[in-house]
């Protein structure tokens, strides 16, 4: 089943209407991390002097421009462990667009969903990012310390947020919050292998731009079938 909705929610990007979710989403994830890079960019021009002089090589002048071109390449591979916090913070706005394309195609007939309020929404999302940028704060200092066993670390972390925060948000759609957190409460093994899995293209730089909506696609399928149970 978890491999099942996991290529089901990519097989939803050819939906009518997806593209232009995933593209907005795409759009989203790239200014955000554009904002970062140029962040980086400009604290490197603040600490680094445009030239420095070295005993025996005299006077330097390409560093400042070298760590700026570097840091196009440190941008890609921070991607990876940006992307799940930047996953999280558009999760909610994503969700009840792709769960509608995902439901109108393999659930018709159902009645409509709760709309969550925009306050709803913005603090959910809201708490969901502090809480995984905070979790992966705190994992950056592990992996210096667990060595080979950072990806463990890595994925046993943010498949339990990921499962925990995209079922929620997905289930609570259409039902009440203490029965999503009972749905949830559960089937816990299930949802927390499914985030797992949903973190694996977090890895994948360019690839991770459409997890977003991948996962709110695939949660609500989830979501779906643990209710139908």
């Known amino acids: ?100 394309l995902v439901e109108r195609h393999h659930y018709p007939g159902l009645p409509p969903v709760r709309r969550l309020s925009l306050s709803e929404t913005l603090g959910d999302s809201l708490r969901f990012f502090g809480v995984v940028l905070g979790a992966n704060l705190v994992a950056l200092i592990v992996y210096l310390f667990v060595g080979p066993l950072a990806p463990v670390v890595f994925f046993a972390l943010n498949g339990y947020l990921l499962g925990r925060e995209y079922f929620q948000m997905a289930a609570v759609r259409r039902m009440g919050r203490a029965e999503a957190k009972a749905l949830y409460a559960a089937n816990k093994g299930t949802i927390w292998a499914s985030g797992a899995l949903m973190a694996l293209p977090l890895t994948v730089p360019v690839l991770n731009l459409a997890v977003p909506v991948v996962g709110a696609a695939a949660f609500t399928h989830l979501f779906h079938r643990l209710a139908s149970r």
């Open 1 to 100: 089943m978890i491999f099942d909705i996991f290529l089901r929610g990519w097989a939803d990007l050819a939906r009518p209407g997806a593209l232009k979710v995933l593209l907005k989403g795409i759009g989203l994830a790239i200014l955000l991390l554009l904002v970062v890079w140029f962040g980086l960019f400009e604290l490197i021009g603040w600490f680094v002097p445009d030239t420095i002089t070295l005993p025996f090589f005299g006077e330097i002048g390409w560093i400042d421009p070298a760590l700026s071109i570097a840091s196009v390449g440190v941008m890609l591979i921070a991607s990876v462990f940006l992307m799940v916090p930047v996953a999280s913070i558009f999760t909610g706005f994503f969700l009840d667009e792709v769960a509608d």
